[in-house]
């Protein structure tokens, strides 16, 4: 076989070094409002403490649950009453339409899964909150 002679050129490509650039200064911006920054901040801050009195209606259910009773201030279990709503007598008027004229059409009245439940605070009593089946 013949010898095969590739000609490469003797002078190299220069060799660029790469040098990083340092990021740009970052500013910092104070947090949007309602945000609890967990850095500390270098001026002086007053404390507001926020107090919320009463619930809104979207968090209680049919079980018992941990609140904030703003009678007594504390954090307790509810204690729950169960109370004919709506879709309890609608239940009953149900049952009655489709012949329980015996007294059968009084069953959802004893049933707990159709009856509203009122939460109650364990220490002091006040109603904190209504779940309402419908």
């Not at 660029?16 to 340092?22: H, M, R």
Request: glycine content about 8%.
């Amino acid at each position: 076989m013949d010898s095969v002679k590739f000609d490469y050129p003797e002078s190299q490509p220069p060799v660029t070094t790469y040098q990083p650039v340092p990021p740009p200064p970052y500013a910092v911006a104070p947090p949007p409002p309602g945000l609890v920054s967990h850095l500390p901040s270098a001026s002086v801050q007053t404390e507001e403490r926020v107090v919320t009195i009463g619930t809104t209606a979207s968090k209680f259910g049919p079980y018992s649950q941990n609140v904030f009773c703003p009678s007594c201030r504390q954090i307790t279990a509810t204690s729950i009453r169960y109370k004919t709503g709506v879709v309890t007598w609608l239940t009953s008027a149900g049952c009655f339409l489709l012949g329980g004229v015996i007294g059968c059409f009084l069953i959802p009245c004893c049933t707990d899964f159709t009856r509203d439940v009122e939460h109650s605070c364990v220490n002091c009593g006040l109603k904190v909150g209504l779940y309402r089946r419908i």
